[in-house]
């Protein structure tokens, strides 16, 4: 294979917030990557949150505002020591504007393996349609 055909997979690092604002909880909190894919009747947020539970992860939606908030438990125990680390934990954040095409009463939202796969189906009006042509 010549090297234009193969592709390495290459770790993305995480990124970590850079805000102006002040965080009022101690730790690092991460933007975590998504993907968005649109189709007629819906768009899909794929989000990765490696090392997020069910357990720890808000989904909140108001004022057509979209945050996802999760955060990753230390995997040590107590009596553990730590020798090498290079999985960072702390809490991801992130947050989406919603237009007026999303029937936000139906958001549904699955997380499976680390990937919060978010489907936002878009309201009947916003859904194209064929119009007949009648003679």
């Known amino acids: 294979m010549t090297d234009s055909k193969v592709k390495e997979i290459q770790v993305k690092p995480k990124h970590e917030i850079t805000s102006p604002a002040e965080q009022t909880r101690p730790g690092v909190v991460f933007t975590p990557s ?20 069910t ?21 040590e125990e107590a009596h553990e020591e730590d020798i090498l680390v290079e999985y960072e934990v702390g809490k991801y954040y992130r947050q989406f504007s919603l237009s007026n095409l999303i029937d936000q009463s139906k958001i549904d939202a699955k997380l499976t393996d680390g ?10 009006e916003a859904k194209p349609r064929k119009i007949e042509v009648k003679t």
């Open 34 to 53: 998504v993907d968005i894919f649109e189709t007629e009747r819906e768009l899909t947020v794929l989000a990765d949150l490696p090392g997020v539970t």
């Open 55 to 75: 357990e720890n992860l808000t989904i909140d939606l108001r004022e057509n505002t979209l945050t996802l908030t999760g955060e990753v438990e230390p995997f």
């Open 115 to 124: 990937v919060l796969r978010l489907t936002l189906p878009k309201v009947e």
